[in-house]
Nanobody, 116 residues
Framework: QVQFVESGGGLVQPGGSLRLSCRASGFPFSNTRMGWYRQAPGKERQYVAIIDRVGIATVYAESVKGRFTISRDNAKNTVFLQMTSLKPEDTAVYYC?????????WGQGTQVTVSS
């Protein structure tokens, strides 16, 4: 059973940083691209960042480029999202999932709230 467990969210002031983690299970983790996504209140879920199987190639949404960094540890079946210079518009529930498998179920996500 494919599962994703996100953690690391919280309340942070504008300009602050957070590091999100996502532990995956139920599939060969090192064989697949992984992505981080987010959904803000009243908005559709959107992709934030994607990383290739070995952690070399990455792609970012324009809104987070230069501020967020995606990485992975294949030995621990975990993908990370380092977020810096956070803005109120980054407030959302953040999820991870396999990038190439639209049929995967979403995990519970982790809430990130950026507010003073």
């Amino acid at each position: 059973q494919v599962q994703f467990v996100e953690s690391g969210g919280g309340l942070v002031q504008p300009g602050g940083s957070l590091r999100l983690s996502c532990r995956a299970s139920g599939f060969p983790f090192s064989n697949t691209r992984m992505g981080w996504y987010r959904q803000a209140p009243g908005k559709e879920r959107q992709y934030v960042a994607i990383i290739d199987r070995v952690g070399i190639a990455t792609v970012y949404a324009e809104s987070v480029k230069g501020r967020f960094t995606i990485s992975r540890d294949n030995a621990k079946n975990t993908v990370f999202l380092q977020m810096t210079s956070l803005k109120p518009e980054d407030t959302a529930v953040y999820y991870c999932k396999r990038f190439d498998y639209a049929s995967d179920s979403w995990g519970q996500g982790t809430q990130v709230t950026v507010s003073s």
